[in-house]
């Protein structure tokens, strides 16, 4: 197992951008994600798409009802 600390200093970046990110107070950037993907063997696509994913998910518990209520499907032509 990897401590936060020891991945900020073999990623070489600042260790508050690693525990920023564990505790979900700040997202991967497309830098963060080739250096972990560098690191861990994947793709940079792999940690921008867990982002991704992440990001949406909390957009909709924190704003999905509502935009359900506001939103209006397109119609669609017969």
Not at 20 to 46: H, K
Request: glycine share 2%.
């Amino acid at each position: 197992m990897v401590t936060a600390h020891a991945l900020a200093i073999d990623l070489r970046v600042p260790a508050p951008r690693i525990n920023d990110i564990v505790r979900e107070r700040r997202s991967i950037t497309p830098d963060t994600a080739l250096r972990l993907a560098r690191y861990f063997g994947t793709t940079p696509q792999f940690w921008l798409n867990l982002q991704s994913s992440f990001d949406l998910r909390k957009a909709e518990r924190e704003v999905g009802d509502k935009v359900a209520k506001e939103v209006r499907p397109m119609s669609r032509a017969a």
